[in-house]
Nanobody, 124 residues
Framework: QVQLQESGGGSVQAGGSLSLSCASSIATFTTDVVGWFRQAPGTERQFVGSMSWSGTSTNYVDFVKGRFTISRDGTKKTFWLHMDNLKPEDTGVYFC?????????????????WGQGTQVTVSS
């Protein structure tokens, strides 16, 4: 059973940066993929981006391309979501996810393991 522990959320002004981390308890390095989703109040969970565990392949939703980057700590089972030039519409609870699928899975139901979520608030 994979367990994911997130940290790093907080409040920031528009244009600022935040980095979220997600520590995984288990990873089959050659096949797993990791992803980030977000959910604003009253909305469905929304795909943000994903990465192969090797880091060689990534997939980002259009509205974060050029602003958000997913990376992994090479020595630990920890991956990151680095967010730059944040906008008020980026506000929400951010969730990390892990699975044995592909980076092209944007539907939440295709990801079996989830972190508890961390709040990101961007003020204008």
């Amino acid at each position: 059973q994979v367990q994911l522990q997130e940290s790093g959320g907080g409040s920031v002004q528009a244009g600022g940066s935040l980095s979220l981390s997600c520590a995984s308890s288990i990873a089959t390095f050659t096949t797993d993929v990791v992803g980030w989703f977000r959910q604003a109040p009253g909305t469905e969970r929304q795909f943000v981006g994903s990465m192969s565990w090797s880091g060689t392949s990534t997939n980002y939703v259009d509205f974060v391309k050029g602003r958000f980057t997913i990376s992994r700590d090479g020595t630990k089972k920890t991956f990151w979501l680095h967010m730059d030039n944040l906008k008020p519409e980026d506000t929400g609870v951010y969730f990390c996810a892990q699975g044995a699928g592909t980076i092209w899975y944007s539907q939440p139901e295709r990801w079996p393991y989830w972190g508890q979520g961390t709040q990101v608030t961007v003020s204008s």
